[in-house]
């Protein structure tokens, strides 16, 4: 039996050529190709086309997939450490010396102290001395600030007697008459700037009732403050048996500081008050190099004291200096060796050069070939104290385009408190992959 054709209009489908005739297992062949030609046209057909869109899928994703990351290689480069400050301290009597404010820069040693030359053992204070008597004298009558005048004092005829006795005694005086009437702080201010040895026992017996009161007073200041090298037999600092160390100035000095009366007063180059008159501050330095205090002292030759604060502002930071000098061997050498200190100080900060535009860090490598040096784009310089060590760190991206100047990375220099940075850039080109290689490299696209 034969099927007759199918009409024109009838479509054959794979399904249909595939049934099996309705009476055997057979395929039943017609007047036209068989239909086992047909199925071989139409699966040669399908896998044609399969084939096509996989191979059109696997181009559009080779052209078009990310690009694996080039290879970076560096080198973190090491920067030689700076040269260490040397501080000018006096090669001649004693010293200690302490800096605040450039913690992070200079540390901080025992007490405050930073660094000290010569003999620590107590020595001749002279006039210095009378920082303490203030310093005493206030703890019974303190003043709210700078500007108040406190308690009168009434000078008598033994106060006055004392010009004469100082006198005599070739100690700095400044004059008080008889019934004279003043502010305990403009007393202090007699006192200090001018250093006038009278006012120092007229203010003390005032204060304490005696010269061996006052004494004892003192006796117990300095050891509610742990001055155990310090020692103060009467106010004036003219007998040699007022005896301080460098190190015990520079705390008292740092007291005297903080009391906003007394940082007035040693501050001040020049006063009129009524009764003693002109008074000029008997420290040179004052004003200089930014000295801003505190007091000197004499009592011969090899016997100069002198504690002093000075403030210096550097690149931005202020720092607080306090200083003690004693042995000095004349107050032309004492001053002179202060202004060495603070000069050596600033010199300590510098700029270190730590980078110049074009030193090599690293290459990268491109895996469709091609490399290109990595190099720090500009100059750079850190600023520091001394030989604080600096850090360096670099941080690199992970780009896959590489054209001339493109920043691929940056550098950081640590000092202290400060960081600078720079750019890290390709010094060359790197061309992008062909379309061939990225169509022949299937690996390296999908480990990308």
């Known amino acids: 039996m034969t099927t007759p054709p199918p009409d024109a209009d009838e479509q054959v489908t794979i399904a249909d050529l595939m049934t099996p005739d309705s009476d055997d297992d057979a395929f039943v062949v017609t007047n036209g190709p068989s239909r086992a030609l047909r199925i071989t046209g139409l699966v040669i057909a399908i896998v044609m086309v399969v084939g096509m869109v996989a191979t059109g899928g696997y181009v559009a994703w080779a052209l078009n997939t990310p690009l694996p990351a080039a290879t970076l290689e560096w080198q973190t480069p090491t920067v030689e450490s700076p040269v260490a400050a040397q501080i000018s301290l006096p090669s001649f009597g004693s010293s200690a010396l302490s800096v605040s404010g450039g913690e992070v820069y200079l540390g901080e040693g025992a007490s405050g102290i930073w660094q000290t030359s010569g003999p620590q053992d107590p020595q001749v204070m002279a006039s210095v001395s009378k920082i303490i008597t203030a310093l005493v004298v206030l703890e019974k009558y ?15 005829k033994a106060d006055h007697d004392l010009y004469d006795q100082y006198y005599v005694r070739g100690a700095t005086i400044a004059a008080m008459p008889t019934g004279t009437r ?20 007229a203010i003390s017996r005032w204060a ?20 155990a ?3 103060v037999v009467e106010p004036t600092g003219l007998d040699s048996a007022n005896v301080s160390t460098p190190t015990d100035l520079v705390a008292i000095a740092k007291l005297a500081a903080a009391n906003p009366t007394l940082a007035s007063i040693v501050g001040t180059a020049s006063l009129t008050i009524p009764g003693p008159g002109s008074l000029q501050n008997t420290n040179a330095l004052l004003g200089v190099d930014g000295v801003t205090g505190m007091k000197t002292g004499n009592l011969g030759y090899g ?10 502002d550097i690149a931005g930071m202020h720092l607080d200096v306090t200083g003690a000098i004693q042995g000095g061997a004349t107050r032309e050498s004492a001053n002179a060796d202060v202004l060495r200190m603070l000069d050596s100080i600033r010199r300590g900060f510098h ?3 730590v980078g110049l535009a074009g030193d090599h860090i690293g290459t990268v490598t491109a895996p469709w070939g091609g490399t290109t040096e990595v190099v720090i784009a500009r100059d750079v310089d850190i600023f520091t104290w001394s030989d604080t060590p600096i850090a360096v760190e670099v941080a690199m991206d992970n780009p896959t385009e590489f054209a001339t100047g493109d920043v691929v990375g940056q550098i950081t220099w640590t000092a202290g408190p400060h960081s600078e940075s720079a750019e ?11 379309d061939w290689w990225r169509l022949t490299h299937p690996t390296e696209l999908v480990a990308g």
């Open 142 to 156: 303190p003043l709210a600030d700078a500007s108040d005048p406190g308690p009168t004092i009434t000078f008598s």
């Open 303 to 312: 016997t100069y004291a002198f504690v002093f604060t000075a403030g210096l």
């Open 229 to 231: 090298g310090t020692t």
């Open 424 to 434: 890290l850039i390709v010094t060359e080109s790197i061309d992008p992959p062909t």
């Open 208 to 227: 304490f009732g005696s010269v061996s009161s006052f004494r004892a007073a003192a006796s117990d200041w300095l050891q509610a403050h742990g001055l």
């Open 351 to 353: 700029d270190v050069p």
């Open 182 to 201: 003043m502010s305990l702080h403009d007393a202090l201010a007699t006192m200090l700037i001018p250093s006038a040895s009278n006012y120092a026992e």
